[in-house]
């Protein structure tokens, strides 16, 4: 092996070290930046933006929602979204999650405008279900409805928005918080508003508290609960007590579709049954139930279509 040769060879050699080595720095830093951005709770994946709009809520807070349109004539009926426990965006990558892309996916065939409602990230949050329930920042009972009821009047101030035909939906947290922000005695509600939500429905809210703190309870208007038999995170006996209650005081119908074997977060598109801890260490079931996710989505069309033709 000549000079020549023995020299090339250590060329290549170091060049590959050097490949190797620029390979690795920009390895670490895309690693640190994804990093940085899972622990940025104002980090909001670039896929979003255009459809991110500020609402100012009830509480004078500015929240943000996920703006989308379906493609037809104007004014729309609309839906907004309320999103559980634990946000409404994935937690590393700042991407809406599968269970609200389903639904907003639903409702725009429908040909219903959709806004989906943010009401953690600029309060400084990604999740709460970790908090224990006596010490959580953002309530359902609290400020929650205010968010809803600013969006509401976001929503009606806008052309391509039938004004008369908004709906309120919520899963989980936002479940609950739905079933407060129709409350006949709601202190959110706005007195200036020109029409209240049409309809509302909710899947799978926990009820223990509500019927605590609001004995008397009746809805405004009409809401239509979806529950799981196999739910004990947030257990549909309260809340089918809750609406026996307050239809037989009076107000506004409320009713309940109950599915058999279904637990939390049965309607998700692809969620693996498990169990996971949850705040004060509870261990609880959750994931996709097929049958019952495909006649929700049956009920849930149905009765969105009732609303907005009555």
Known sequence: MNSE??????FERSARIKRAFIILIFAATLTS???????????????LLPYRVAIKSGDD??????LYRPERADPAPAVLMLHGCSGMLTRKYRRLKSREKAWREIFLAEGYVVLLLDSFTTRGYKTICNISLSKRPIEAHRERPHDAYGALRWLQTHSFVDPEKIALGGWSNGAMTMLWTVYSNAPQRLETLPHDFRVAFGFYPGCITLRKKAKNYTAAIPTLLQLGTDD???WPKPCQSLVEEA??????????????GAAHSFD??????????VSNNRRVRLGTHRKARKQAIDQIRAYLKRGFSN
């Not at 040769?5 to 250590?10: A, D, E, G, V």
């Not at 930046?33 to 896929?47: G, H, L, R």
């Open 5 to 10: 040769t023995i020299r090339k060879m250590s």
């Open 61 to 66: 807070t500015v929240i943000s929602g996920y």
């Open 232 to 234: 004990n995170w947030t």
């Open 268 to 277: 998700h598109p692809g969620s693996k049954r498990r169990t996971i801890a």
């Open 247 to 260: 239809n037989a005081r009076g107000g506004a119908t409320m009713t309940v579709d109950l599915y058999e």
């Open 33 to 47: 930046f994804i990093q940085a951005c899972a622990n940025n709770v104002d980090y909001i994946d670039k896929s």
